[in-house]
């Protein structure tokens, strides 16, 4: 693991920015480039040497509400799944569904496997994970399938102003 060389991954320098303007100098200057690309809480857990469940996965899904439809995050611990039925309830949407890859890039600017917290280009409704309250350092991805940057579960309400909720059941469209 080592730090980026951010002018190589434009969307890792767009999150490293995000972070200083939030005041957040530790974690940009945090932010790491890992030997292989790590598109599961599981490979990154791996990579990091800590527990899956200190993984922040940035799970983006389709919320529809009417005829509208938006761009939902979810900041869900590796250890579990989100469950999408629970999403829906938290959220007050009629549907919530899988994201594809096209329909993320658009949300986020940055790919499936590397979608960070924050640097997106306008803010998304956020939740995050209350599972993540019981890890000291939380892991996130920094905007590449390869970049990651450590935080904690405060820090991730105050970055994305999101709600904290506990967003894991039984539900199947979780993923890393």
Request: hydrophobic share 45%; net charge negative.
């Amino acid at each position: 693991m080592s730090t980026i060389d951010q002018s190589g991954h434009p969307s890792v320098a767009k999150v490293a920015a995000a972070l200083a303007g939030a005041g957040q100098q530790a974690a940009a200057a945090g932010i790491r480039i890992l030997p292989a690309e790590v598109r599961t809480a599981a490979q990154a857990a791996e990579a990091l040497g800590v527990e899956v469940g200190a993984i922040a996965n940035s799970l983006v899904f389709r919320s529809r509400t009417g005829d509208t439809v938006s761009a939902l995050l979810a900041l869900t611990s590796g250890a579990h799944r989100a469950d999408t039925g629970l999403l829906a309830a938290l959220t007050g949407a009629d549907e919530i569904g899988k994201a594809d890859a096209e329909f993320v890039r658009a949300h986020t600017g940055q790919p499936i496997g590397g979608v960070a917290p924050i640097g997106h280009p306008k803010a998304l409704t956020t939740l995050v994970d209350t599972a993540l309250r019981a890890h000291d350092v939380v892991w996130a991805a920094a905007g590449h399938p390869k970049s990651v940057f450590p935080t904690t579960f405060e820090e991730l309400l105050a970055l994305t102003g999101g709600t904290p909720a506990a967003v894991a059941g039984g539900g199947q469209d979780g993923r890393p």
